[in-house]
């Protein structure tokens, strides 16, 4: 039977011979500064010590093979002592939900959440304004898309650059800088368009240049700051200020236009995104261990459980500032990332640009009301991706493996909005037609479990230049599909017939993803670390 020994202060080792182990200290003692009570064991050479002050539990035995000690720290008292050097691991337990929401970590998030509302906001009050502005211009539709696609033509050139610059410079840095550019070319906006033509196609390029960073810096932040097991839900809480800011757009651009004319919300948002950089700049930092306002315990919680994947010390400095483009585009799950990430962006923007006129034109509604009803899926979106994101975060807790989380996520998030396009080319009404673009907007958020959080996984230092280069195939696919969709109408005379092609799209590359993806990290640097 064990008989407990009490000990006061400290326990002092200083008999034990180390001189086989190089490892262990050779100075005359260590010292364990808690008060301790001493319980032997039944196993030979080996006791426990047990902290009646913190409930903290080593078990200790010396070993005569290597003759020297090793210490493991745990909560529960099963890891052992095995000989060489002191060391200590703490397993940390998952914060409760009120912890979560009231961390550092979701502060960071919700900026983030913040800063894609205002980006998504800026980009689509164009989608409300074309119409005036095509019938004063005397615009044809075709070209009305090309207008729209401007934002495109920037929005190609600075992902890769961009992801790359976020890799070495850091998430704070770049968000800063690409949201106070892409809030000036918003507030200049009524400017261009009073001056000419190019100067408005101009400065809707540079909208999307800036705008082009967001997305990669974003993913930086959450794989800084966020554990695995809770990146799901940090990208749906970021992502739903994405889908917001299109339903925010969509329904105070009408309002705003009707109080202030067509440039209204423009000057309204481009002075709000200057707003948020101030904040940023003063509230938040590059990593954890940057922040003075961060609890020990939130600290602690992040490295323990997020170092494994992502070192937040130092990353900036390890990152080439030239990637391994070669190599990143040498392996098929970086291959299931792009054509996941163009489908992704063929739906989005063909559904963000088209569906207020769709209403407007096919079902006989008003802007305003063809606003509201393009913007109520993508506030479902917002709802749904988070729930979606903790729904995967649960999966991967209770042993799912990443990969098949993953497929099921994006799996769900592409065939589910094929099949919903699909009801909607039979709808009768724009009721029914705005539930059936409910419906496939809300589980087209469970593709940002997919393939937005695998981004960080499979390469997390490269995790910005991958969006980069995902977010450029993704450009190109929603130029060809909003300056397609307008000329197909034209040609067709029916926004039937592009939607079912964009179901069909987006069934074969949730195929492709289930195929090729993986939630493994991959080693793309000619070194294996």
């Avoid at 800063?115 to 004063?136: E, F, G, K, T, Y």
């Avoid at 890769?160 to 949201?179: E, P, Q, R, S, T």
Wanted: positive net charge.
């Amino acid at each position: 039977m064990n008989s407990p020994l009490m000990f006061g202060k400290s326990i002092r080792f200083s008999s034990l011979p180390t001189s086989q182990n190089p490892k262990f200290p050779t100075h005359d003692s260590s010292k364990i500064l808690f008060p301790f009570r001493l319980i032997e064991s039944t196993k030979q050479n080996s006791f426990r010590i047990v902290s009646s002050a913190t409930s903290l539990r080593l078990r200790l035995r010396y070993d005569s093979v290597e003759r020297g000690l090793r210490a493991r720290v745990s909560s529960d008292g099963r890891d052992s002592f095995t000989g060489g050097e002191l060391q200590e691991e703490k397993e940390l337990q998952a914060p409760s939900f009120v912890e979560f929401i009231t961390s550092e970590r979701v502060k960071v998030v919700a900026m983030l959440a913040l800063a894609l509302a205002l980006c998504n906001a800026d980009r689509v009050v164009m989608s409300v304004a074309i119409v005036p502005l095509s019938l004063s211009h005397g615009w044809s539709r075709s070209f009305g898309g090309v207008v729209q696609s401007s934002f495109l033509w920037g929005y190609l050139i600075s992902p890769i650059a961009g992801g790359a610059l976020v890799d070495y410079y850091g998430g704070k840095v770049v968000m800063a800088w690409g949201v106070a550019l892409w809030s000036l070319a918003t507030f200049l906006t009524p400017w261009a368009a009073e001056t000419s033509i190019w100067a408005l196609l101009t400065m809707r390029a540079l909208l999307g240049v800036a705008e082009g960073v967001a997305l990669p810096c974003m993913n930086n932040m959450v794989a800084r700051w966020f554990p695995q097991t809770e990146r799901s839900r940090a990208v749906g809480i970021a992502m739903a200020g994405f889908q917001l800011g299109s339903a925010i757009g969509l329904t105070l651009a009408p309002i705003l236009m009707s109080q202030g004319g067509i440039f209204g919300p423009f000057v309204i948002f481009g002075l709000s995104g200057f707003l948020w950089v101030l904040v940023w700049i003063s509230a938040t930092s590059s990593t954890p261990n940057q922040n003075p306002q961060i609890s020990k315990s939130e600290l602690d919680y992040i490295l323990n459980n997020g170092q494994k994947s992502f070192r937040v010390e130092n990353q900036a400095k390890r990152t080439k500032v030239i990637p391994p483009f070669r190599r990143l585009l040498s392996k098929p799950p970086t291959w299931s990332l792009i054509v996941a990430n163009a489908m992704h962006s063929w739906g989005f923007f063909v559904i963000l640009s088209w569906m207020p006129i769709y209403f407007n034109t096919i079902h006989r509604v008003d802007l305003t009301q063809a606003a509201w009803f393009s913007a109520v899926p993508w506030s479902m979106m917002a709802i749904v991706g988070y729930f979606g994101g903790a729904w995967s975060d649960i999966l991967i807790q209770r042993g799912l493996s990443v990969t098949m989380t993953r497929k099921i996520m994006q799996s769900i998030g592409f065939v589910g909005p094929g099949i919903a396009l699909i009801g909607l080319t039979a709808a009768k009404s724009p009721l029914i037609a705005s539930a059936w673009l409910t419906l496939a907007v809300g589980l087209k958020s469970f593709s940002h479990s997919g393939f937005l959080v695998n981004l960080q996984e499979i390469a997390p230092q490269y995790a910005g230049v991958l969006h980069g280069l995902s977010n450029t195939a993704g450009t190109f696919a929603a130029i060809v599909g909003t300056i397609g969709a307008g000329f197909f109408v034209e040609l067709v005379g029916s926004f039937q017939g592009f939607l079912l092609l964009t179901s069909f799209l987006y069934i074969l590359s949730a195929l492709f993803f289930d195929i090729f993806a993986t939630g493994e990290r991959i080693n793309f640097d000619r070194t294996v670390p």
